[in-house]
């Protein structure tokens, strides 16, 4: 079989938890704390109203007088639909045009962060982080006619990310930390059970795939205090290179090297994800009163192209069409999210908002190069990834139930615009999707505890 059966099954299988193309850029996640979603993550790196600010910075243990500890969770229920124009180009024979949609199937999911603040002497901090930064999950219905296309994927993915931070003076901190990822994935892509044209391929799996992955990266970061009322952070996340190892079954691809199809062999496949920059200002302007101001620069230009490797296939004859395997072209492109917060204090209670622009990772436009092979427009925006600029608005709000005790809550709701998809695949039979997203919107809820000892 040639090499694009494999590209629509991969498409976006080992890319994380959660529905990001709802959530955030590409795949990228915000969502480290419910504080920090109140304000739409507005100067996360430099607020350190609990530790929750040590997945933004770790030079913010730097913050703390005293033992602290945060614990959270985060719901996001996102909802996608898309819906178009499929057309089964028969091979010398009549284009088949039906209209098909895909209704809601980006899948809820539950976010858990903690996190731990450890001041060591007058200078020096240490701290804890576990958390999430990329995330995707979709579950198209079986019958979906191009679920040879995109149909069922999930990633799992946490950072464990101890640090140290060091307070140069009073004015001034920095810190390194250590990221450790562990993720987890699964695919399953598929024949439509519906495809009435070839009703004996109906329901058989193109590729079921799970795998998991150990990565080491690192992230620096500073906290600078010009006055009693203003606080500025910049911290900088380094890329991630997981290479996901896992098992890959078939019921249509050969296995070149020992016959049949595909059954329980090893493969892989390398994630470049993205490091980022953050920039931070926090400023308190009277009692009562705070601005928030945040921008974040993610660098996905890395991210060109999906490749996968099966080894065990290199020495066959063929074997070649498997190593490397060109699943997709992505071409995504770096982007900024801007984001203004603001907060009011009233005693035992603060109160919060805040409103963010988060640029999209996919292009707009179309592959030239997929496009000229399949004599076809077809977008670099796909069913998997239909990410598009979105717009966050959100509200929080703190309680102080002692001078130690708090408690956080949060909702944030997210939107964008519908874009233009077209994809092809000429197996196993060729297939055209012609269409768009309808709907791209999110809900969040969030809600954490705090402690200082």
Known sequence: MQNATLRPAFLGAMLATLSAQAGAAGFYLQETSATGLGRAFAAENAVGDNAAILARNPAGSALFDSMSLSGGLLYVDPEIDAEGDVSLLVPGGPTIT??????????SAFVPNGYLALPLDDHWS???GLYTNFGLETDFD????????ANQTELLTVNFAPSIAYKVNEHLSVGLA???????????SSIPEDLFLAPQLGGQRLLDLEGDAWDFSWSIGALWQPTEVTRVGISYHAE????????????LLPDLANGGVLSNVGGDLTLDLPDTLELGVYHRMNGNWAILLGAMWTDW??????EANIPSQASAPGGAMYNPLLLREENFQSGWRYSLGTEYYAGDLTLRAG??????AARDGLNERHSEEAGLPVTWRSLSIPDTDRQWLTFGATYALSDQFSVDGSVAYLWGDGETIQEYT????????DGETTTTKAWLFGVSLNYTF
């Not at 039906?98 to 899948?107: C, I, P």
């Not at 250590?178 to 399953?188: H, P």
Request: without cysteine.
């Open 178 to 188: 250590a990221k450790v990822l562990y993720a987890e994935g699964s695919i399953l």
């Open 240 to 251: 991630q290179s997981p290479e996901l190892d896992g098992k890959i079954k078939s019921d």
């Open 301 to 306: 230009e890395d991210f060109q192209a999906l």
């Open 355 to 360: 409103y963010a622009y988060d640029e999209g």
């Open 126 to 128: 240490a701290g804890l």
């Open 142 to 149: 079986d019958d979906f006619l191009t679920t040879h296309i």
């Open 98 to 107: 039906m209209q098909d949609s895909a209704s809601d199937y980006a899948t």
């Open 426 to 433: 000429d197996q196993p039979l060729p297939t055209y999707f």
